[in-house]
């Protein structure tokens, strides 16, 4: 299976990325992104853009791959409405169309979080937004898409978040994860766990295509 990979820089990249390059199925990774990760390795190759929502200059780079693990995304603490939409929404959709022309048989995995609202009218501005990627993504016409909604996500081998608050709140907790995990399996996942779930999901699928925090244990 050959993987592109969004957000590579980020803690949940960062994980789904090391599994990846463990997973003896998976030949080839492109990691595209605003900056590279600076991980060298003899399955990855690494395409950085000044603008990931506009690819038009990479495409080339962007062929025969058969599932994108999208792990580009941010918190929307401190956002409006409209920016949090223009990440979220508009760069997503935008890769998204243009991985969907140049493989019509691919597979897109997106991270969302727990709580989003497919209704996409809640109350809560980050979830509608999150709802309306989702949902816009499930209906493009990937072979499959699949929608993972991790609550608390626990950071492993060294790996760290590109958000200073969740940084911070990560150095806090560490000593209180593996208790937290014990006690809450269903809402706590790893990086490392959530990263070798959706390459499973993407290599060999899932009955739902929405996965929700308590799933992920269970992929
Ligand atoms: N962390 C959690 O506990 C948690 C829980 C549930 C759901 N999630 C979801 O998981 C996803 C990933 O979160 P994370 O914790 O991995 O975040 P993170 O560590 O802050 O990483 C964010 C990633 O998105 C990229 N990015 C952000 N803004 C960008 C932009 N304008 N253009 C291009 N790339 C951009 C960053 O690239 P740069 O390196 O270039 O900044 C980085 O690769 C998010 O959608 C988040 O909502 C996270």
Same mark, same amino acid.
């Given at each position: 299976? #050959?993987?592109?990979?969004f957000?590579?820089?980020?803690?949940?990249?960062?994980?789904?990325?090391?599994?990846?390059?463990?997973?003896?199925?998976?030949?080839?990774?492109?990691?595209?992104?605003? &900056?590279?990760?600076?991980?060298?390795?003899?399955?990855?190759?690494?395409?950085?853009?000044?603008?990931?929502a506009?690819?038009?200059?990479?495409?080339?780079?962007?062929?025969?791959?058969?599932?994108?693990?999208?792990?580009?995304?941010?918190?929307?603490?401190?956002?409006?409405?409209?920016?949090?939409?223009?990440?979220?929404?508009d760069?997503?959709?935008?890769?998204?169309r243009?991985?969907?022309?140049? #493989?019509?048989?691919?597979?897109?995995?997106?991270?969302?979080?727990?709580?989003?609202?497919?209704?996409?009218?809640?109350?809560?501005?980050?979830?509608?937004?999150?709802?309306?990627?989702e #949902?816009?993504?499930?209906?493009?016409?990937?072979?499959?898409?699949?929608?993972?909604?991790?609550?608390?996500?626990?950071?492993?081998?060294?790996?760290t978040?590109?958000?200073?608050?969740?940084?911070?709140? #990560?150095?806090?907790?560490?000593?209180?994860?593996? &208790?937290?995990?014990?006690?809450?399996p269903?809402?706590?996942?790893?990086?490392?766990?959530?990263?070798?779930?959706?390459?499973?999901? &993407?290599?060999?699928?899932?009955?739902?295509?929405?996965?929700?925090?308590?799933?992920?244990?269970?992929?």
């Amino acid at each position: 299976m #050959n993987v592109v990979l969004f957000g590579a820089t980020g803690m949940v990249g960062q994980g789904a990325l090391r599994e990846c390059l463990l997973d003896e199925g998976v030949h080839r990774v492109l990691a595209v992104g605003r &900056a590279a990760t600076g991980q060298r390795h003899e399955k990855l190759r690494e395409v950085v853009v000044p603008d990931v929502a506009d690819l038009s200059a990479v495409e080339g780079e962007l062929v025969g791959f058969d599932a994108c693990l999208f792990c580009l995304g941010v918190s929307s603490a401190g956002m409006s409405e409209a920016d949090y939409t223009r990440l979220t929404v508009d760069l997503t959709l935008a890769v998204a169309r243009t991985l969907l022309r140049l #493989n019509p048989e691919m597979t897109f995995v997106f991270v969302s979080g727990t709580g989003t609202d497919g209704s996409e009218r809640g109350r809560v501005m980050w979830a509608r937004v999150k709802g309306k990627a989702e #949902n816009a993504l499930l209906g493009m016409g990937f072979r499959a898409a699949y929608m993972f909604r991790p609550a608390a996500i626990v950071p492993m081998h060294g790996i760290t978040s590109r958000t200073r608050w969740i940084r911070i709140a #990560n150095t806090v907790l560490k000593p209180v994860f593996p &208790a937290l995990k014990a006690l809450l399996p269903s809402y706590v996942t790893t990086t490392e766990q959530l990263g070798r779930a959706m390459l499973k999901v &993407a290599r060999e699928g899932y009955p739902k295509t929405v996965i929700e925090a308590r799933d992920i244990p269970r992929v």
